[in-house]
């Protein structure tokens, strides 16, 4: 074998116990209670750490053209991020141009994402703009390409209207994919913002204010009725909002197919970020919402009904924000995140908020299942060998200095956690090793996905 992990703690959605694991060739081998007699090249005692499936972040936008720029991390500096913060996939949502057929959409990123050079494995997302011309048809062609999930905006100038929506789920059902909405009330929050500006009101809290907790909920709602008329899953990115949570929950409960992801940023903060000095670097859409939709997420992270954690990592450089200093309309939505979600997820397991086995199902096992990644997410023999090792007794404090983004800031400022990753691992070779990137930029392969069973 290549590498033995030994006598660490091997955590899967359902157990933790304490084993060895065995790589060769980049995938996982042989996991056993005692694999000293095995030969191998290297042996490396992890003891007192532990072991973890490499995380998925399901939600990124990298090289992201967005509100007058890009936003700040290529696909090679995204995924140095993402290594050095122990996950192992990137999901990127590459949005399609006017007039594209998906399947040129995927091949156009992939190209950009192989100049590039990301550091780890990576698939993508199609975001729909434009269903003219027969280009509903091209979803098909996306899929049997290996993009099996399609992204629909309910907001921007390059959302769609709900009749495509509708017809993009619909056709869901035909190709065995998965769409994944961004849920907002496009009309709504037009409205509030534009009252706002008369007003003179254009400070960041006014992105809030126009974008508050009913927009997204009556959204989220709409979404979901439309999915469950057509029996279609649906997956709602980055939920934000109470309302959301119970139309989630209750869509569940009755039996429909219906995913939910929610993001760090709106387990951790609340909607006083705004009102904060420095309130424009937290600006992104949906904002994030009052105390009881914090403490809704978490309640549905507790018991099941968020299915992932991803971050909608789209970080803007300090400069880009401060163009809306004075009117939030000229902030480009987005912030970082992709080096914080499994450390900061796996913190909060460490302070018995959560267990480990439902960190690393959030993260790294159910993102895997939801988007058919049959190669990660999981601990198991014949997996890519994506893993973390864990040490729980290690304290970290974020600043921007350690971080691994080539954005010049970020909102999780000070942040203290409770546990950090000290090595990663992407299918056997070492990428991160205790603060420092060992990896290699073109590494990252990636990934042609399988689509859904229907
Ligand atoms: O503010 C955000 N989230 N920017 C990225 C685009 C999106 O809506 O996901
Ligand atoms: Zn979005
Ligand atoms: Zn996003």
């Given at each position: 074998m290549d590498l033995i992990l030994c006598n660490g703690i091997i955590v899967t959605p359902t157990e933790m116990y304490r084993a060895d694991l065995g790589i060769e060739n980049g995938k996982i081998v042989a996991i056993g209670a005692d694999l000293s007699g095995v030969l191998c090249s290297e042996r490396l005692d992890v003891a007192g750490k532990l072991i973890l499936p490499g995380a998925i972040d399901a939600h990124t936008h990298l090289s992201f053209p967005f509100g007058g720029t890009v936003s700040a991390d290529d696909f090679f500096a995204g995924t140095r991020a993402a290594a050095c913060g122990g996950t192992t996939t990137v999901f990127d949502y590459s949005s399609q141009a006017p007039g594209e057929r998906l399947v040129e959409t995927v091949r156009r990123r992939e190209a950009q994402a192989k100049a590039e050079g990301a550091a780890v494995d990576f698939a993508l997302h199609v975001g729909i703009t434009d269903l003219s011309n027969g280009l509903l048809d091209s979803m098909q062609e996306a899929v049997d390409y290996g993009v099996s999930s399609f992204k629909i905006y309910m907001v921007y100038d390059f959302g769609v209207k709900d009749g495509d929506f509708y017809r993009v789920l619909q056709k869901s059902k035909e190709t065995g994919s998965l769409i994944c909405v961004h849920a907002e009330n496009k009309e709504i929050l037009t409205e509030l913002t534009n009252r706002f500006a008369a007003e003179g009101?254009?400070?960041?809290?006014y992105h809030y204010a126009s974008r508050p907790e009913f927009v997204a909920g009556e959204a989220d709602r709409r979404a979901i009725d439309w999915a469950k008329s057509l029996n279609a899953p649906l997956y709602i990115v980055h939920l934000s909002d109470l309302e959301g949570v119970r139309a989630v929950t209750q869509a569940r409960d009755e039996g429909f197919e219906i995913y939910a992801e929610t993001c760090p940023q709106y387990l951790h903060f609340t909607c006083d970020v705004f009102k904060r000095e420095d309130g424009r670097n937290f600006v992104c859409s949906p904002p994030m919402k009052d105390q009881p939709s914090r403490e809704a997420l978490w309640g549905a992270v507790r018991r099941g009904d968020i299915d992932t954690i991803a971050t909608d990592h789209c970080p803007f450089q300090q400069a880009e924000k401060d163009w809306?200093?004075?009117?939030?309309?000229k902030i480009p939505n987005g912030c970082s995140g992709v080096e914080i979600m499994y450390p900061y997820m796996l913190s909060k397991a460490n302070l018995g908020e959560i267990t480990f086995p439902r960190a690393v199902e959030l993260c790294a096992a159910n993102p895997a299942r939801i988007f058919v990644c049959?190669?990660?997410g999981s601990l198991a023999v014949g997996k890519d060998a994506d893993i973390v090792v864990y040490d729980p007794n290690r304290e970290f404090i974020v600043h921007q200095e350690n971080?691994?983004?080539?954005?010049?800031?970020?909102?999780?400022?000070g942040l203290r956690l409770h546990g950090y990753p000290v090595r990663t691992y992407s299918r056997g070779r070492l990428v991160y090793d205790n603060g420092a990137f060992v990896g290699e930029r073109g590494w990252g392969k990636m990934l042609k996905r399988l689509p859904r069973k229907r």
């Open positions: 009101k254009l400070s960041p809290w809306g200093k004075d009117d939030f309309r049959a190669e990660k971080m691994h983004s080539d954005c010049d800031h970020t909102i999780w400022e």
